[in-house]
């Protein structure tokens, strides 16, 4: 076969090959790495049902457990009420949040009024403390409790959060009525720090949720907390064992395929195209079922992101069959924080 072939003409030919090869390896190198990614790093699901095995893996990228030394552990507070009803449920998702091997814990922290004290509402109080920390128990998670006396519930919840150094704030949302109403707790805590504060409607225990769906505001993945929230909606999804749909203001998609890929945590994932915020409301009405989570990126007045939509989302979604819709407000004004959720090769 090589007869007439040349010598010049072969060593052409073996260096062609050599470069070829060099190529190939440090394209390889650098998608591992993410510095470039391609166009298309997981599939559409062609199944409208959404379910089963109608989501792509993420094919790029091996699954591997993170190295103990880079776990990313974050303290978690979970702000309660001793008559709250779903403070277990709250604790879960703090639970679910955390590296499964991580050492930091959840701190319940209670604020009550100082002429509740010494009353019934004490033994309440132990009663769900002790609890959640079987649960923690259950799950490897270290669990604290720390009660606070004190009329400023929002102000105190903030301060603690500074004093101990935690990560994260997850905190009840009892419903539309608390949405964009001034004064309430959860909205000056989210005014008055700048930690990721995640806000969850639980209707349902999360342990049977069978998907995942995210809703990513336009603009959102130019604020700098956003890498921390799609890592913790990998690792929730992950606990969960359950896939991801991701909805986008945006016909081209790709863009936030190759983000998301970029961030630590392996899952199944889809992306879909949405025209509005209208568009979405009824596209979730059609496609949503009683065991999914709906999860919406939000960002504070001001911040990049910001929509005056966001104001209206947890009215607009209330009617969703779904088993739990959370808030995750992004951390502010530390934009190093996010480089440690990005894979490193």
């Not at 209206?312 to 009617?319: A, G, I, K, L």
Request: aromatic share 6%; glycine share 6%; charged share 25%.
């Amino acid at each position: 076969m090589l007869e007439g072939v040349s010598t010049g003409g072969l060593l052409t030919v073996a260096i062609t090959v050599v470069v070829t090869v060099l190529l190939a390896v440090v394209g390889y190198r650098i998608l591992r790495g993410g510095q470039e990614a391609p166009p298309e790093s997981t599939e559409q699901s062609p199944d409208p049902s959404e379910r089963g095995d109608g989501v792509a893996a993420l094919p790029f990228f091996d699954r591997t457990e993170q190295d103990d030394a880079r776990a990313i552990d974050p303290q978690v507070l979970v702000p309660l009420s001793d008559r709250q009803e779903h403070t277990l449920r709250l604790s879960a998702v703090a639970c679910a949040l955390k590296h499964r091997y991580g050492e930091n814990p959840i701190r319940l922290f209670t604020v009550v009024d100082a002429s509740d004290r010494g009353t019934t509402h004490d033994g309440d109080l132990a009663a769900v403390h002790d609890r959640i920390t079987e649960y923690g128990d259950a799950t490897n998670t270290a669990v604290q409790t720390e009660v606070s006396e004190d009329d400023d519930v929002a102000g105190s919840i903030v301060r603690t959060a500074r004093a101990s150094g935690d990560d994260l704030i997850v905190m009840s949302r009892n419903g539309p009525s608390d949405d964009a109403v001034h004064g309430t707790v959860v909205d000056e805590v989210v005014s008055q720090t700048s930690l990721p504060v995640y806000l969850f409607q639980l209707s349902q225990p999360l342990a049977r949720a069978s998907r995942l769906r995210l809703v990513i505001p336009r603009r959102a993945d130019h604020h700098e907390g956003f890498y921390e929230a799609i890592y913790n909606v990998k690792q929730l999804a992950d606990d969960l064992s359950v896939p991801i749909t991701v909805y986008v203001f945006e016909q081209n998609v790709e863009h936030y395929r190759t983000l998301f890929d970029l961030v630590e945590i392996d899952i199944l994932a889809e992306f879909r195209s949405v025209t509005s915020w209208n568009e979405l409301q009824s596209t979730l009405a059609t496609r949503s079922e009683p065991d999914d989570v709906l999860v919406t990126l939000a960002v504070r007045e001001g911040e990049i992101g910001w929509s005056p939509e966001l104001q209206t989302v947890t009215e607009r979604f209330s009617d969703l069959p779904v088993r739990a819709f959370a808030l995750f407000f992004l951390r502010e004004d530390t934009p190093e924080y996010d480089d440690r959720f990005l894979r490193t090769g």
